[in-house]
Each structure stands twice: as C-alpha cells, then as structure tokens.
C-alpha cells in the first residue's frame, strides 16, 4: 500500500512569492493534516481538511491556506513569502476524522526562502 | 503557549541504557497521547499511543508511562540499540477534535 506522498520534496523561493504544496493520502483516508516543521517551533499544526471541508485551524496567518479535493488529496498554498516561511512542510493523512487512530506522515516539502 | 512542554532537548546513551523523555501538558481535555519517532529526512512515525485510562503501555521495548494527575506522561525504551537514534516527539490531541500538539523534540544517540 503506498505511503502518503507529497511534492515537490525540495524547493526554493524568494520574499513575495507563492508556493503551492502537494498531498496524496494514503488510499482510503479521508482526512489530512498539514503542519509546519522547524528547528525551534518544532512541528505545528497549519489545518486539518475531511471530505473538502476544513475542519481545524492552527494559528497561522492568513497566507496559508488549503483545500481537499474529492479524491482526497490536498493543497497547501503560501502566498506573499516570508523568510520565517522556511521549513519542513509536512502532511498526514488518517482514517478517520477524530482521534481515534494514528496520523500517518508523509516525507515532507522542504521549503526555503530567500 | 506551548500545549505541551517537552525534555530533555537530546540525550546521550551508551547501548543497552534505558534513555527516558518526558512531557507536560496542561490542556486536560486532552485524552490521547502518541509518540512519534522520527529518522533524518523522513516523516514521524507513530511509535507508541496511551489514552489516560490506563497508566502505563508497553510495545516490545518502548514503554509509556502516565500520570494523569501530574498531567505528565513519559517514554522509556529499554535495551536501547544504535537503530533506535532518532528525534522522539511526544504529542497530544482532544476527543474529537484530529487536531495534535506536539513536543518540541528529543534527539537521542544511542552509542555502539
């Protein structure tokens, strides 16, 4: 069974642009998850999408945003980059829309902005 | 405010010693709780999960202990062996709710 996948593994910007990330789940999950890794804040939770419909919502600006689409595989997308912006962009997907089983997470995007 | 407080930042231990981490969290709304274990360049992995029902769980050589009134819960991995280095986070969420709060992260180095 293939493990969730994401692209582009590795990219580069610069301050102002946009960047638009890629997630497939793993076949039958239904929800997922997008958090942000970095070396200080460690991982936090960007949002949560179920059936395209956003259920939670970290604390993040407004310049990121997501969407599920009917298959189930998700975007993120970053607009107006920051340099605070560089990190490691990772998605899991589960089963189930409530914590009932575990989060299963993809290799990541490695974001950097310069 | 960081939901849940992890330590120590990373951990030295020779093969065999039993290298434990610990996390705090003050949200008790939160009624699961996974470690996730993560190699260089992949994603987390879930390792091991405890629900506050129950104070301690053991899966082969990984062990959670929980203390609900101390709002503290801890990962113990006995005979630990130079595969096992890796960065362990801790990690909880509320029933309901497919939203986790994660440690800030414990690299351990397991020496041969």
């Known amino acids: 069974k293939a493990g969730v996948t994401q692209t582009p593994r590795y990219l580069i910007k610069t301050r102002g642009q946009q960047v638009t990330l890629s997630c497939s789940p793993i076949s039958g999950h239904r929800s997922v998850s997008w958090y942000q890794q970095t070396p200080g804040q460690g991982l936090q939770f960007l949002f949560e999408y179920f059936s395209e419909t956003q259920r939670n919502k970290g604390n993040f600006p407004g310049r990121f945003s997501g969407r599920q689409f009917s298959n189930s595989r998700s975007e993120m997308n970053v607009s107006t980059l920051e340099l605070g912006d560089s990190a490691l962009y990772l998605c899991?997907?589960?089963?189930?829309?409530?914590?009932?089983?575990?989060?299963?997470f993809g290799e990541g995007s490695r974001l950097t902005v310069l | 405010q960081q939901q849940v407080k992890q330590s120590p930042q990373s951990l030295i231990v020779q093969k065999g010693g039993i290298p434990i981490i610990n996390c705090a969290y003050e949200?008790?709304?939160?009624?699961?709780f996974p470690w996730y274990q993560q190699f260089p360049g992949k994603g987390p992995a879930l390792l091991i999960a405890i629900r506050p029902d129950v104070s301690e769980k053991k899966e082969g050589r990984f062990t959670i202990s929980f203390n609900k009134s101390a709002k503290q819960f801890s990962l113990h991995i006995m005979d630990s062996q130079p595969g096992d280095s890796a960065t362990y986070f801790c990690?909880?969420?509320?029933?309901?709710?497919?939203?986790?709060?994660f440690g800030s992260g414990t690299k351990l180095n397991v020496k041969p």
């Open positions: 899991a997907s589960s089963i189930r829309d409530r914590n009932t089983g575990e989060l299963f």
């Open positions: 990690a909880a969420s509320r029933q309901g709710f497919n939203k986790f709060y």
């Open positions: 949200n008790t709304a939160f009624d699961y």
